[in-house]
């Protein structure tokens, strides 16, 4: 640890798929490269396919949703969160956050989402803006957050203005802007940062000369797999009636993939047919595939853009989830992909969007996929405003005018 460099707090907590654990794990390594030292504070279950190698890493008693519908959060063993369960994870955190005295404290989504972990989270904000030695707080959030009721938007924007300095959006408001999903960016437009959208961008393509395994293949992917059966069972079913299915076919078991539904997949292996656990190369299989079926999370779509694969996209819509389907339709409009809905989902369907998405002609846009390089500016630049202020006397409050 180089004592002289910046000390980074980083809180991150998945409770479902594991999108969130992989764009923490990019962002990370985007500290790492510019210098920063980072303590990652992880409270989901650990996923070995991402790492944070190079970080001190904390890792909180596990928590995890109940269901697809978030209705609850329960821990790994799937029992139900008890107040000395809760204590003994705040009193972890807590103590991190003492024992490390950042310089930055970046909490990832809340208090766009994760509102069910208030209980930890509020104290932790508490502790960090009354601290001797205040670090720059900043919340990090996908490009497009969860639709809520006014109540709720009204709170987040309240919290905002009350503990952050920054909100760092993961994306690029040229290709969809902040306020199409949260409608009160306005009144909190001088905290946003557009940091551009987090990708493995460069490993992606200095993987594709290395290997040619997968070349022409329709890979078929649901990210963690916790709700992503029913678009591979499709795949499987409808793949003898589409243009491609002379094609090696490629599913990818992701790792919260239930038992039964990943043994029916392996029942259904005949020649031409791949059925694996999910890889740690799998942006460079894009590059390589002749189409890609998947959902429509953060990641996966980042990937499909820098590999410029043709793509069937199927976006979870889960109990009130409209993040995959507004992101999916967005790339839908440019011609990026062939989008089925979920409650339209059949063998037949599947097959229909695969020879549409074969002939598509997508159009030229230019996004900005370097995220994990410009949040790492941002940050540098805005504690050193910060820093700047401090030195000449001035008030804390005018970081505002700073990092963007």
Same mark, same amino acid.
Request: aromatic share 6%; proline share 6%; hydrophobic share 40%.
């Given at each position: 640890?180089?004592?002289?460099?910046?000390?980074?707090?980083?809180?991150?907590?998945?409770?479902?798929?594991?999108?969130?654990?992989?764009?923490?794990?990019?962002?990370?390594?985007?500290?790492?490269?510019?210098?920063?030292?980072?303590?990652? $504070?992880?409270?989901?279950?650990?996923?070995?396919?991402?790492?944070?190698?190079?970080?001190?890493?904390?890792?909180?008693?596990?928590?995890? #949703?109940?269901?697809?519908?978030?209705?609850?959060?329960?821990?790994?063993?799937?029992?139900?969160?008890?107040?000395?369960?809760?204590?003994?994870?705040?009193?972890?955190?807590?103590?991190?956050?003492?024992?490390?005295?950042?310089?930055?404290?970046?909490?990832?989504?809340?208090?766009?989402?994760?509102?069910?972990?208030?209980?930890?989270?509020?104290?932790?904000?508490?502790?960090?803006?009354?601290?001797?030695?205040?670090?720059?707080?900043?919340?990090?959030?996908?490009?497009?957050?969860?639709?809520?009721?006014?109540?709720?938007?009204?709170?987040? $924007?309240?919290?905002?203005?009350?503990?952050?300095?920054?909100?760092? $959006?993961?994306?690029?408001?040229?290709?969809?802007?902040?306020?199409?999903s949260f409608?009160?960016?306005?009144?909190? &437009?001088?905290?946003?940062?557009?940091?551009?959208?987090?990708?493995?961008?460069?490993?992606?393509?200095?993987?594709?000369?290395?290997?040619?395994?997968?070349?022409?293949?329709?890979l078929v992917?649901?990210?963690?797999?916790?709700?992503?059966?029913?678009?591979?069972?499709?795949?499987?079913?409808? !793949?003898?009636?589409?243009?491609?299915?002379?094609?090696?076919?490629?599913?990818?078991?992701?790792?919260?993939?239930?038992?039964?539904? !990943? @043994?029916?997949?392996?029942?259904?292996?005949?020649?031409?047919?791949?059925?694996?656990?999910?890889?740690?190369?799998?942006?460079?299989?894009?590059?390589?595939?002749?189409?890609?079926?998947?959902?429509?999370?953060?990641? #996966?779509?980042?990937?499909?853009l820098v &590999?410029?694969?043709?793509?069937?996209?199927?976006?979870?819509?889960?109990?009130?989830?409209?993040?995959?389907?507004?992101? #999916?339709?967005?790339?839908?409009?440019?011609?990026?992909?062939?989008?089925? !809905?979920?409650?339209?989902? #059949?063998?037949?369907?599947?097959?229909?969007?695969?020879?549409?998405?074969? @002939?598509?002609?997508?159009?030229?846009?230019?996004?900005?996929?370097?995220?994990?390089?410009?949040?790492?500016?941002?940050?540098?630049?805005?504690?050193?405003?910060?820093?700047?202020?401090?030195?000449?006397?001035?008030?804390?409050?005018?970081?505002?005018?700073?990092?963007?």
């Amino acid at each position: 640890m180089d004592k002289t460099a910046p000390t980074l707090m980083f809180y991150v907590q998945h409770l479902l798929g594991v999108g969130h654990i992989k764009r923490a794990s990019l962002l990370v390594k985007g500290w790492l490269d510019a210098g920063f030292n980072v303590c990652v $504070v992880s409270g989901g279950e650990p996923v070995p396919l991402f790492n944070f190698d190079g970080a001190e890493l904390v890792q909180l008693p596990p928590v995890k #949703t109940a269901d697809a519908a978030f209705s609850a959060l329960v821990t790994e063993d799937g029992e139900p969160l008890d107040e000395a369960f809760r204590e003994r994870r705040r009193n972890q955190l807590l103590d991190t956050f003492s024992a490390v005295q950042p310089d930055l404290l970046v909490i990832e989504n809340y208090p766009f989402g994760r509102r069910q972990l208030r209980w930890e989270l509020k104290p932790l904000l508490e502790m960090a803006s009354s601290a001797e030695k205040r670090p720059l707080i900043a919340c990090s959030v996908r490009d497009i957050v969860q639709a809520r009721k006014p109540e709720r938007v009204a709170e987040t $924007v309240s919290l905002i203005e009350r503990y952050f300095d920054l909100v760092l $959006v993961h994306g690029d408001g040229r290709f969809v802007p902040f306020e199409s999903s949260f409608p009160a960016a306005a009144e909190i &437009a001088d905290k946003i940062r557009y940091t551009g959208y987090v990708t493995d961008a460069i490993a992606s393509s200095d993987a594709v000369d290395e290997a040619v395994e997968g070349e022409g293949e329709v890979l078929v992917s649901s990210g963690g797999g916790a709700v992503g059966f029913g678009l591979m069972r499709a795949a499987m079913d409808g !793949r003898s009636q589409t243009l491609l299915a002379h094609n090696t076919w490629r599913f990818l078991m992701g790792p919260n993939l239930p038992a039964m539904e !990943r @043994a029916e997949l392996e029942q259904g292996v005949k020649p031409g047919v791949i059925v694996e656990p999910s890889r740690p190369d799998f942006p460079a299989l894009l590059t390589r595939c002749g189409l890609s079926i998947s959902q429509g999370g953060y990641n #996966t779509v980042m990937d499909l853009l820098v &590999a410029r694969s043709p793509a069937v996209i199927v976006p979870f819509e889960g109990e009130g989830e409209t993040e995959q389907l507004e992101r #999916t339709s967005k790339l839908a409009q440019f011609g990026l992909c062939a989008m089925v !809905r979920e409650r339209d989902l #059949t063998p037949e369907t599947m097959a229909q969007a695969v020879d549409r998405a074969v @002939a598509l002609h997508p159009e030229q846009v230019d996004i900005d996929l370097q995220g994990a390089a410009h949040c790492a500016r941002l940050l540098s630049e805005a504690l050193a405003g910060r820093q700047t202020l401090k030195s000449e006397g001035k008030s804390e409050s005018k970081l505002e005018t700073l990092g963007g």
